[in-house]
């Protein structure tokens, strides 16, 4: 068989099963797309290809995949200033004062990746930034994504004047009074104030997105599970893939959202879309909510948080929750839900173990699932449903010690059950990775490290935080490949490196199976190909090979 390219690698991971012992490959071939050859230099050396690339002493595994990632939706959540590296409210204040010194007369200040902790004990209130932004309207986003601290003034300018009934579990936080503090939690309250602020122009969120998507390549991804659709997405996708030559430079899954207050017409409108797409992104599966998150007290747990938060679905009646997955799931459409509280991972455990007898199957899956008691690992592995988690999440925002806001709010037992990585893995259970950027930054090899050393990477003189949910090496690669696969259903497609599934590949200057995690997360990336064709290459004069003679070496 002649084929397209052939790639060689000082060691190729296929991830999947080989005998003991068995040297790993270091040949792969491609035609269209597709790999048709895997096997050893030598076997390589009779193949017949248009072109031979070498990557030397390289490690060549099946591509690296996020599980959980919001490109569009994040574009609007990081416009701004990036509040992520202020770790007190004085870093906070300076940045804000910088960010309104720049902006024009009337322009709204916006900031992202505000970390709830700069507030310590106190609440967030609108005083806390008034003077800091000169009484500009300014709308902060929390590092959570769902929740936003509004000034005075933008609250004037969208009417926002006392509390607010909603569809969902969502509160514009009043005072003693019924004044606003500014703190809006859930996408419902945050809107009241998004919406009356200045829209970004389609043409400027598309080179932005073209560029987020360019980077999220040379982190070495090759796709994303994309869990949002705003009401252009699928426009902006199709733009950028027009406009860029060889279209978009990874794969994108997009599953978009189904809110509280919807029923079957707006479900029905949300089934239509399955299937949509281009060349390289498509519409696959609908995102669900149970519950917000710990840090704003919107999770849903069994008992109370520390503030007495915390207690209540996202859903107001989750037995329309539960109607909507058998409506979806009915179908044969795959499911992702956001459950972060021990109470919303067991409902979603509920609607799931009560589909009906002759369901279609398909894929569905659990979002981040922080905090989990002992009984509900073992339901979670016998109701079949996936794991996707996002380990930096843990290793970013909270703290060995519990002095986090996060941990402060779950207090000691339930924060000792945070990111229940490992005890999910030993039930069986098939466990993603994500970074659900931009919650947490994107970069995968990082990712991978944090989810062995349960610290952040780079920093050896910081605790583990329940050191015993560590992964493996092996696991945390699994993870963003073999696993991220089946989470999208497409291990028969993708996920190792088997002859006929997609030529999909990223390249590692070290081994990701072997080296010391914290050198995993300073390594390079030193291509990523999608379809057999290289998207990002940092070595065209470092070593790598190619050749148009038509045979291997």
Not at 54 to 79: I, M, N, Q, S, Y
Not at 282 to 290: P, S, W
Not at 498 to 503: P, Q
Request: contains cysteine.
């Amino acid at each position: 068989m002649n084929h397209d390219v052939i790639i060689l690698a000082g060691t190729i991971h296929t991830m999947e099963g080989m005998p003991p012992g068995a040297p790993a490959p270091q040949a792969v071939a491609v035609r269209n797309g597709v790999i048709t050859a895997v096997g050893s230099r030598a076997e390589a050396a009779g193949w017949q290809a248009a072109e031979v690339i070498d990557f030397g002493d390289a490690v060549l595994t099946p591509g690296l995949v996020d599980c959980h990632t919001h490109p569009v939706f994040g574009l609007e959540l990081t416009r701004g200033c990036d509040l992520s590296g202020a770790w007190d409210l004085a870093a906070v204040r300076a940045l804000l004062r910088a960010e309104a010194a720049a902006a024009a007369p009337g322009e709204w200040v916006r900031g992202w990746g505000l970390d709830p902790n700069v507030f310590g004990s106190a609440a967030a209130h609108r005083d806390l930034i008034d003077d800091a932004v000169s009484g500009r309207p300014c709308l902060l986003r929390l590092f959570d994504g769902h929740s936003a601290l509004a000034s005075t003034r933008a609250l004037e300018i969208a009417g926002v004047t006392g509390p607010r009934s909603f569809d969902q579990a969502a509160e514009v936080v009043c005072d003693g009074n019924g004044t606003p503090t500014g703190l809006l939690l859930e996408a419902a309250a945050v809107e009241l104030v998004a919406r009356v602020m200045p829209a970004e122009p389609f043409g400027e969120r598309k080179a932005r997105l073209a560029e987020l998507l360019t980077q999220f390549s040379r982190s070495g991804l090759t796709g994303a599970h994309v869990m949002d659709c705003n009401d252009d997405s699928l426009e902006l996708y199709r733009a950028v893939e027009e406009e860029t030559d060889g279209g978009l430079p990874l794969r994108l899954r997009i599953s978009p959202w189904c809110m509280p207050g919807t029923g079957e017409p707006e479900w029905r409108g949300l089934a239509k879309q399955i299937g949509a797409g281009g060349r390289r992104w498509q519409v696959a599966g609908i995102k669900l909510f149970v519950d917000g998150t710990v840090d704003n007290g919107t999770a849903w747990l069994f008992e109370p948080d520390a503030y007495g938060e915390s207690v209540a679905p996202f859903w107001p009646r989750p037995e329309e929750y539960a109607e909507a997955v058998r409506y979806f799931a009915g179908r044969g459409i795959p499911t992702a839900t956001h459950a972060i509280g021990d109470a919303g991972v067991a409902a979603v455990l509920d609607a799931f173990e009560s589909l009906p007898p002759g369901t279609p199957p398909a894929v569905h899956r659990i979002e981040h699932l922080e905090t989990v008691p002992d009984e509900l690992i073992g339901r979670f592995s016998r109701s079949g449903l996936i794991a996707s988690m996002q380990p930096t999440h843990c290793t970013h925002y909270s703290r060995a010690d519990h002095s986090d806001n996060w941990s402060t709010r779950l207090g000691t037992e339930r924060a000792n059950n945070a990111w229940r990585c490992a005890d999910l893995r030993a039930a069986g259970t098939t466990l993603g990775l994500g970074s659900d950027w931009p919650i947490a930054p994107f970069e995968p090899l990082p990712i991978l490290a944090d989810a062995q050393l349960r610290r952040r990477s780079r920093r050896p003189g910081e605790q583990p935080i329940v050191p015993g949910q560590a992964l493996t090496a092996r696991q945390a690669l699994e993870g963003y490949t073999s696993h991220a696969a089946r989470a999208a259903g497409e291990w028969q497609v993708a996920g190792s490196i088997t002859v006929g599934k997609r030529a999909d590949f990223t390249v590692f200057d070290v081994d990701p199976l072997a080296a010391d995690p914290d050198d995993l997360a300073a390594a390079r990336v030193l291509a990523t190909v999608v379809d057999g064709q290289v998207q990002h290459s940092a070595v065209q004069h470092s070593g790598v090979q190619h050749s148009g003679a038509g045979t291997g070496r």
